[in-house]
């Protein structure tokens, strides 16, 4: 199968579309499978589960690698507040100035997706029951600083 820049682009949407947080990979694991075996003499997996994909060329000259990360930035839910909000804390390092705020997939543990959104609103206008409305010291760190993660609305 020849690689075109259809191909590619093909190829870039259905990854970006997968979901893929870590320990979760299997969309993007299969994508990328299919896509290996259709180009490479052979395909196998290692321990950590990365993929491998050889090409064996026609000539002695130095090989290229290619390498690439299927996991993506991720969350995981802590729990379910009676208003619908889900309290959440992130995968890994991730800090939560690095999600944004826009849509989401939850992932239930059946492999469901159930749309949500990721956002605190404006700071000046957050109902806080931690924050006291009369200028003394807030009982707790701002949202976004260290050890404090915001719900997702969904």
């Not at 299997?26 to 896509?35: A, M, N, S, Y």
């Not at 994909?53 to 000539?59: A, I, K, N």
């Not at 130095?62 to 959440?88: C, Q, T």
């Amino acid at each position: 199968m020849p690689i075109t820049a259809e191909a590619i682009l093909e190829d870039v949407a259905r990854l970006v579309a997968a979901r893929g947080p870590s320990g979760q990979e299997d969309e993007v694991d299969t994508i990328c499978r299919q896509r290996l075996e259709a180009i490479c003499d052979e395909v196998s997996a290692d321990g950590a589960g990365n993929l491998i994909g050889l090409v064996r060329g026609e000539s002695r000259q130095p090989g290229i690698k290619v390498m690439a990360h299927k996991d993506e930035l991720s969350l995981y839910v802590k729990r379910i507040e009676g208003d619908g909000r889900l309290v959440v804390r992130p995968v890994g390092g991730m800090t939560y100035w690095r999600f944004g705020d826009g849509p989401v997939d939850i992932l239930t543990d059946d492999g469901d997706a159930i749309p949500g959104v990721v956002g605190r609103g404006p700071r000046h206008t957050a109902e806080n029951p931690g924050e006291p409305r009369n200028g003394s010291a807030p009982t707790r760190p701002p949202a976004g600083s260290p050890g404090q993660h915001p719900p997702i609305q969904g």
